[in-house]
């Protein structure tokens, strides 16, 4: 005979209702990002309020070896058929000079850091600033030219960004040739959410050709004083991954994980043949 129903009484609904909103609860908070997880998201989070005391310092860019540069010569005199010859290189390389893409004119600084003109030959350029190079062109080109006006630009202003931002890795040119590493970032569309913010990488060499490294945690606002702020040409700048993209490359990779799919099937196949032989044997 079917048992009448029993009704609850009012303290088992007291209760229920206590273990459904301790559920909720829990629930929630499991969904609520921690205060470590949000400070660790977000950019310039630490040290904010120290920012109004800094002030930018931007420095000029040292020329490097295979840097291109544009030098149009011109003279302060209305004639201006003497400097032709020093203005011939575009698009093409010519003895040692090199040439730009795109029909600029350029010369390439060769691996002992020089760079070649017409007529005055070899100029040394490596580890000199623009303006110093200046200086150095107009000492030499004044037996050939009436008061020389020097124009020097960059032809690669670049920096390498790889990791984890947005727009994938790639090299990031600037025609104004001033580069941050929060220009860089935002140039190529931010870190993702997979990116360790606090330790970005930055691979730079010295016109010597040593390497050296700098770690630069986003999260704080001093970062605006960090040594690489300002970005040289060349510079690499590499995104690391953060835990959980890391865990995620693990279990993607791992034998286990990997072949979990298939053991789980042959455990199935097992079980249904060992339920069949023993529902026969009985």
Known sequence: MRPPFLPMSSLSVVRLRIAACCLAVLVLAACRPSKESIASYRYFDK??????KVVLKLKEPVIQKHDQLTIVVSSASLDQSQTQVFNLLSGSAAGGGGGAAGGAIGYLVDYDGNITLPIVGKVKAEGLTKSQLNEALVEKLSPYVRNPVINIRF????????????????WLTFPNEKATIVEAI????GITDVGL??????????PGGQLETHRVDLNDAMVFQSPVF?????????????????????????????????????????????????????
């Open 230 to 282: 300002q970005l040289q040409q060349n510079d690499v700048v590499y995104v690391l991954p953060n835990d959980s993209k890391l865990l995620q490359f693990q279990r993607s990779n791992s034998p286990l994980f990997r072949d979990l799919p298939l053991y789980l099937g042959v455990f199935a196949s097992i079980t249904t043949l060992a339920t069949v032989v023993l529902l026969f044997t009985r």
């Open 197 to 206: 913010r606090t330790n970005v990488l930055v691979i730079r060499q010295q």
């Open 47 to 52: 040290n904010l309020d120290s920012l109004s």
């Open 155 to 170: 032809l690669n202003f670049r920096v390498l960004m790889m990791g984890e931002v947005a727009g994938g890795g790639a």
């Open 186 to 189: 935002g140039q190529a569309g």
